[in-house]
């Protein structure tokens, strides 16, 4: 009977699910991790749509565009803290083109306050981000809140808690704007090729209740009215063609200003690109 009970409890072991971490950034205020599942000795398999590629520009511009209302009837605010919003993009933009099918992105930011001119409060925004038929999935769990002194970090954001799957510690529902959709109160998908997210914004409610959205970041306020934009002539190479369609892929993809977009736009067309 021993034995029989001794390899039933060998058995079931087998079956122990666990995880798997792998830290690809961390920089004492963010860090991101690789994380997937075990089941015995073999990865459970997820079927993501990994790795993908956004570059970080858009991703911060997406990351910009949702917004939370905490508790019941609270004030709309933005979900991802400024201060760190756009390391925290470039750091998933990478963790997206290195993720396997199998691992999702978990994303952990502290944001240092100051509390009497002494930078001594801590706060954390967890989230958890993969891909999914060309959907960008974000989950958030946790934005800007207090971390407790006893689990404060001077240099580390390993250990706090982190965003999984269907669990909701707090207390707030996101808000979304076109080009997104709700999967649940704290989860959005993102239709992250929508041209919308090549403009950068952050939303400000005024005293009236009107939702207003400012410019945040710099690559798509350049003015481009200096820039020369010729027109396409028909006397144009196979080279020259095949140029102008990866920029136009390239700026439809948002990794480059539209600045930037002219102005190689006008070399290709003067010949000037080879």
């Known amino acids: 009977m021993l034995a029989l009970a001794l390899a039933a409890a060998l058995a079931n072991s087998a079956c122990i699910t666990r995880q798997i971490r792998e830290t690809v950034y961390d920089d004492g205020k963010i860090e991101i991790i690789l994380r ?9 398999p997820l079927g993501l749509d990994q790795p993908a590629e956004i570059a970080p520009v858009r991703m911060a511009h997406i990351l910009s565009r949702i917004d939370l209302r905490p508790g019941e009837g609270g004030e709309r605010k933005p979900a991802i803290p400024l201060s760190n919003l756009f390391d925290m993009a470039d750091a998933v933009s990478k963790a997206l083109a290195e993720a396997s099918p199998n691992q999702q992105i978990v994303v952990q930011s502290i944001r240092h306050g100051k509390s009497l001119l002494v930078f001594d409060r801590q706060f954390l925004t967890s989230l958890l981000v993969y891909m999914k038929a060309d959907l960008l999935y974000i989950q958030i769990s946790r934005s800007d809140w207090p971390i407790p002194k006893a689990k404060q970090r001077s ?8 965003t999984h799957i269907g669990e909701y510690p707090l207390n ?14 704290q989860s ?71 600045t930037a977009y002219f102005k190689r736009r006008g070399a290709i067309l003067r010949g000037e690109t080879p």
Do not use: C, N, Y
């Not at 707030?172 to 109160?185: E, K």
């Open 188 to 258: 959005v998908a993102v239709q992250w090729r929508d041209p919308i997210f090549r403009k950068p914004t952050r939303t400000r409610l005024t005293a009236t209740g009107k939702i207003v959205r400012r410019t945040v970041l710099m690559e798509s306020t350049e003015d481009t009215s200096d820039v020369e934009q010729p027109t396409v002539s028909p006397e144009l190479s196979s080279d020259q063609l095949r140029a102008l369609a990866d920029l136009e892929d390239a700026r439809r993809a948002g990794q480059l200003s539209e």
């Open 172 to 185: 707030f529902r996101l808000v979304v704007d076109p080009g997104m959709s709700l999967v649940d109160h």
């Open 155 to 162: 240099t580390s954001v390993t250990g706090l808690p982190e």
């Open 36 to 44: 997937s599942e075990k089941r015995g000795s073999k990865i459970v």
